[in-house]
């Protein structure tokens, strides 16, 4: 019984909801426990945000779950996310197909370990009919890189004679982003009381709802989420039209 959840509107929803997933490490410090401590701890908080979609029918939920910049991080802590990643990938492949969820990857992943790329490409292939939902895990990823490789595949093309420069606009594009099969971002989420977008679907979040919460990721709750869909739901997406246009429409 959630009475937060009561108040969401399901004619209004996000098609596409993405969080950074930030504060592992001050929770494990808070505690005084080591930041590994605050990624196994961040899996509970993992399951609430999915969850929380799944019940409510958000069609899509992306997580940055690990970033091209964070390869640069000490390598123990690089290493038990990577064993974190493929254990909970083992344990939680079957819940996430019983849920009809269809799992993507977006992001750098030759750089994963093969034994993190080959648990990712199993449970992508195990949930490629799933259509209730999907899940997307951005991972090595960052979005200045994908946006120069889509610059330089795009090129490419024109070289090759496939594409036209004319014909380059918003919609071709987005077709060369790894992104190219989902809508665009409607409400971006960050936790920790960061104020920063850490090399994120820069592109994707053009028109986005952006919330910045006081909350570290592990203690994420489903209530939480339900919350930033009704303050979501309050808000009046303009796209550059005045509040008068937007009413007629
Ligand atoms: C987010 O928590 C998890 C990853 C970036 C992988 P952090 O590990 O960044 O935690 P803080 O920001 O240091 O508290
Ligand atoms: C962003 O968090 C990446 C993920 C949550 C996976 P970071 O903790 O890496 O971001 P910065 O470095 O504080 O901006
Ligand atoms: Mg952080």
Not at 5 to 19: C, F, G, Q, R, T
Not at 80 to 89: G, H
Not at 180 to 202: A, C, H, M, W, Y
Request: aromatic share 8%.
């Amino acid at each position: 019984m959630s009475l937060i959840k009561d108040k969401i509107n399901s004619e209004n929803l996000p098609k596409h909801v993405a969080i950074i997933m930030d504060g592992n490490g001050r929770w494990a410090k808070s505690r005084g426990e080591k930041r590994t401590f605050g990624h196994k701890n961040a899996i509970d908080a993992v399951r609430n945000a999915i969850n929380a979609c799944n019940e409510i029918n958000i069609p899509y939920l992306t997580l940055y779950t690990f970033s091209s910049e964070n390869w640069n991080r000490p390598p123990e802590e690089v290493n038990a996310l990577m064993s974190l990643l493929v254990e909970t990938l083992l344990l939680e492949a079957d819940e996430i197909f019983s849920k009809g969820l269809r799992m993507h990857v977006i992001g750098n992943i030759e750089k994963l370990p093969p034994l993190v790329k080959e648990q990712l490409l199993r449970v992508v292939e195990l949930t490629k009919d799933n259509i209730k939902g999907n899940l997307v895990l951005a991972l090595s990823y960052g979005s200045q890189n994908e946006i120069l490789n889509a610059v330089k595949n795009i090129s490419v093309d024109v070289k090759e004679g496939k594409v036209d420069i004319d014909s380059i606009d918003q919609k071709l594009f987005e077709s060369y982003l790894y992104t190219k099969d989902f809508p665009p971002v409607d409400l971006l989420i960050r936790t920790s009381g960061e104020i920063r977008i850490s090399n994120f679907l820069l592109w994707q979040i053009a028109y986005a709802e952006l919330q910045f919460l006081d909350v570290l990721w592990p203690d994420f709750t489903k209530d939480i989420f339900f919350q930033c869909i009704v303050d979501y739901q309050n808000k009046e997406r303009r796209y550059g039209l005045t509040g008068d246009q937007i009413k007629i429409q």
